[in-house]
């Protein structure tokens, strides 16, 4: 068994390894990135970006069915499932290159295609080769968590691993669990022609808030996805084509196919974490916010440091990660500012704390603002009026905001940004937004918080009265 020897050792080859590979090699560093299952992990391969593409599959039949308000006779589309999965397909096998071996050599990172095992504090053993390394970062995300459901061993399901492999539609898709991976798929697949029921334990989209969630929900159901809630399952049973899953209420739900979106489980299989002092339990590796785990030596990145999992917040600890190991400078993640969006229709966006989070930490110090979609023009013009948008806002700061509507992912980026850099609601108030768009909703927010101290201001009535009389 050959020895090397280099500077960083990254495990696993998706959204927070490879990109902690990508910034540390081309600052100078030595790299060695070891992938044992495909180059780009999880979100290219069987996360974001298939579940975007069929999404976006989805939203073409959708708008075939929607056409009416615009004038245009609506039709039941055709749906080809199996040339749908090539769109899915094509999509993944166009951004692979990305994320590929070719491109990571390339830039003069030694890949390493194996699974890796540590051997001691500062080495590990993968693809016949001894790696010793100053610093290891553990990048290996997560797996679907399978719920210890009565008869779920016996039972064919399928999870984020295999459903976007599926070429013949399901006549009737049964998900349990609500969360993004739950909502999206089930509305995708609603609008791709499948019968889909929801099975959720709780709340569906229950870390958003729960007035836009609602609008969200409506949406779905309105289409025709049956959305249980509060209906923990005790029970599965059938076999492939013939599926029941039992409630704890004792109703039954009859449908061809079971999908599992009920979490994750890390990452941590093989890895032989005990040997290198590396301290983890079942949300993941125990990390600080410099995302150093109980070995010095390493370091924790992605899905598999136990916070958020979402694929730009992998890139994130990436970049807090390279600082400390490439630049020897010191860094700390912190989550105020971390978005996220839920891809459905309408989408669901999120950063900061929520109007229940904002109120219970500054009481009566926080004024939160609401914008309605429907008195915005380009959502008029689009036939999309229905939206909100909420500002919770501090001493003239925007401490959290969060929307359901069209575009609310590309919307929650300026409060992402104003959030992170501490921008008060005056500059975004003072911001020009082009006619028409969606944005303006952004701006018109910000406004409405200085609206009571403009309009609804008697000393300022007067003063205006005493400057009319005296101008020219
Ligand atoms: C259906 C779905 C949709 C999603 N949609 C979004 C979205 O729209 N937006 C978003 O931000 N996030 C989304 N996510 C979440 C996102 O995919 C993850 O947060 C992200 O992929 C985590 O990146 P990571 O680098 O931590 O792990 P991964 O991308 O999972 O990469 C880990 C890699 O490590 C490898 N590995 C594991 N163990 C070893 C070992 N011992 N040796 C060598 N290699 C190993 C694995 O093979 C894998 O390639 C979605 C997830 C799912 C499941
Ligand atoms: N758009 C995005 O950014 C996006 C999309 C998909 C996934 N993701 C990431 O992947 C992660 C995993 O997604 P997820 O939807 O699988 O997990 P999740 O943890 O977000 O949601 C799982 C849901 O399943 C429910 N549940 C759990 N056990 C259950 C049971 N036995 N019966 C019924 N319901 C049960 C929970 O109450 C919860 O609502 C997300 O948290 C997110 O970080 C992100």
Known sequence: ??????????????????????????????????EGGEMGGDCLNAGCVPSKA??????????????ARFGITPVEPEVDFGAVKDHVAQVITTIAPVDSQERFEGLGVQVIRDWARFTGPDTLEAGGQTIKARRFV??????????????????PY???????????????????????????????H??????????????????????????ALANLRAEGVEILEDAPV????????????????GRDVQGSHLLLAVGRKVHLDGLNLEVAGVTHDRKGIAVGPDLRSSNRRVYAVGDVAGGLQ???VAG??????????????????????????????????????????????????LTVLRQEFAHNDRAQAEGKPKGLLKVMVVKGRPVGASIVGPQAGELIGLWAFAIASRVKMSAIAGMVAPYPTLGEISKRAAGAYFSPKLFDNPMLKRFVRLVQRFLP
Not at 8 to 34: D, E, F, K, W
């Open 1 to 34: 068994m050959s020895l090397i020897e280099t500077d960083i050792c990254i495990i696993g080859a998706g959204s927070g390894g490879l990109s902690v590979a990508a910034g540390a090699v081309q600052m100078g560093a030595r790299v060695v990135l070891i």
């Open 54 to 67: 069929l999404i976006a599959a989805a939203k073409a039949a959708q708008a075939m069915r929607d056409g």
């Open 138 to 155: 553990i990048a290996t995300g997560s797996r679907p968590l399978v719920p210890p459901i009565a008869g779920i061993e016996t039972v």
């Open 158 to 188: 399928l999870t984020n691993e295999t459903i976007f492999a599926l070429r013949d539609r399901p006549a009737h898709l049964i998900i349990i669990g609500g969360g993004p991976i739950g909502m999206e798929m089930a509305q995708a």
């Open 190 to 215: 609603r609008r791709l022609g499948a019968s889909v029921t929801v099975i959720e334990g709780a709340k569906a989209f229950g870390r958003d808030d729960p007035e836009l969630a609602a609008v």
């Open 234 to 249: 005790t029970t599965v049973s059938g076999q492939a084509g013939a599926i029941k899953v039992t409630l704890k209420d």
């Open 310 to 312: 979402f694929t730009h």
């Open 316 to 365: 994130y600890h990436a970049g807090i990660v390279i600082r400390q190991i490439v630049l020897g400078l010191p860094a700390k993640t912190s989550t105020h500012h971390i978005p996220w969006v839920t891809y459905t229709d309408p989408e669901l966006a999120q950063v900061g704390l929520t109007e229940a989070e904002a109120r219970k930490a500054h009481g009566d110090a």
